[in-house]
T-cell receptor, first 115, second 112 residues
Framework: NAGVTQTPKFRVLKTGQSMTLLCAQD?????MYWYRQDPGMGLRLIHY???????AKGEVPDGYNVSRLKKQNFLLGLESAAPSQTSVYFC??????????????FGSGTRLTVV | SQKIEQNSEALNIQEGKTATLTCNYT??????LQWYRQDPGRGPVFLLL?????KEKRKERLKVTFDTTLKQSLFHITASQPADSATYLC???????????FGTGTRLQVFP
C-alpha cells in the first residue's frame, strides 16, 4: 500500500516553461488536494477536488491548473513557470467528510525551482 | 481573517523532558484542531485530532488540549526522545474553502 505518490521528486524549470506534477493515491479517497509550502508561510492550498471530474480553487490558485480525470490521479499544471512558483508542492488525499476526523494523507513532495 | 499561529522559534529540550508546543487561533472558532508531524524532506503525517467539546486527547506519549476560552491548543510529548525531533504543524478548517489550513509549524529538537 503506497498511499500518496508524487512524481517527480525534484525539478528545475526555466522561467516560462511548463510542467505537470502528478499525484496518485491507492486508498480510494474521494478528496484530493494540492498545497505549496514556503518558508515562513506554511502550507497553502492551491486547488482541490472532491471527486473525479471536479476541481475547485483554494487560497492561492493563480498560475496553476488542475485536472482529475481519474479518481486516483490529481494533476497540477504550471503553464508558464515563474520564479515565485519556486516551492515544495505537496499532494494530499482524504475520504469525504471523515477526512476531517482522520486527517489528510500526504505525499513526500516535489521540490520545484524556477530560474 | 482567520489565522492559526505557531511559535516559529525552535524548541530545544533535553531527552526525557516533556515538550509543549502551542497553537493559537484568531478570528474564528474551529470545530476541531489537528496536529501533524513533518520530518525534513517528507510530507506531514497526521497525529491527532481534538474536537472543541474535548478538553484533552491522548495517544501513547502524546497529549493534546483544546482551550476555547484562551483560543489555544497545546501539544505535549512526554518522555521525549531524539526520534521525536521534527516540525509539528497545527491545522484547522478554513471557512472559505472548507478545507484544512495550517500553521507554519514549530521545530522541536530533542537532544540526548
Amino acid at each position: 500500500n503506497a498511499g500518496v505518490t508524487q512524481t517527480p521528486k525534484f525539478r528545475v524549470l526555466k522561467t516560462g516553461q511548463s510542467m505537470t506534477l502528478l499525484c496518485a493515491q491507492d486508498m480510494n479517497h474521494e478528496y484530493m488536494y494540492w498545497y505549496r509550502q514556503d518558508p515562513g508561510m506554511g502550507l497553502r492550498l492551491i486547488h482541490y477536488s472532491v471527486g473525479e471530474g471536479t476541481t475547485a480553487k483554494g487560497e492561492v490558485p493563480d498560475g496553476y491548473n488542475v485536472s482529475r480525470l481519474k479518481k486516483q490521479n490529481f494533476l497540477l499544471g504550471l503553464e508558464s513557470a515563474a520564479p515565485s512558483q519556486t516551492s515544495v508542492y505537496f499532494c494530499a488525499s482524504s475520504p469525504p467528510g471523515s477526512g476531517h476526523f482522520y486527517g489528510y494523507t500526504f505525499g513526500s513532495g516535489t521540490r520545484l525551482t524556477v530560474v | 481573517s482567520q489565522k492559526i499561529e505557531q511559535n516559529s522559534e525552535a524548541l530545544n529540550i533535553q531527552e526525557g523532558k516533556t515538550a509543549t508546543l502551542t497553537c493559537n487561533y484568531t478570528n474564528y472558532s474551529p470545530a476541531y484542531l489537528q496536529w501533524y508531524r513533518q520530518d525534513p524532506g517528507r510530507g506531514p503525517v497526521f497525529l491527532l485530532l481534538i474536537r472543541e467539546n474535548e478538553k484533552e486527547k491522548r495517544k501513547e506519549r502524546l497529549k493534546v488540549t483544546f482551550d476555547t476560552t484562551l483560543k489555544q491548543s497545546l501539544f505535549h510529548i512526554t518522555a521525549s526522545q531524539p526520534a521525536d525531533s521534527a516540525t509539528y504543524l497545527c491545522a484547522s478548517l478554513s471557512y472559505n474553502t472548507d478545507k484544512l489550513i495550517f500553521g507554519t509549524g514549530t521545530r522541536l529538537q530533542v537532544f540526548p
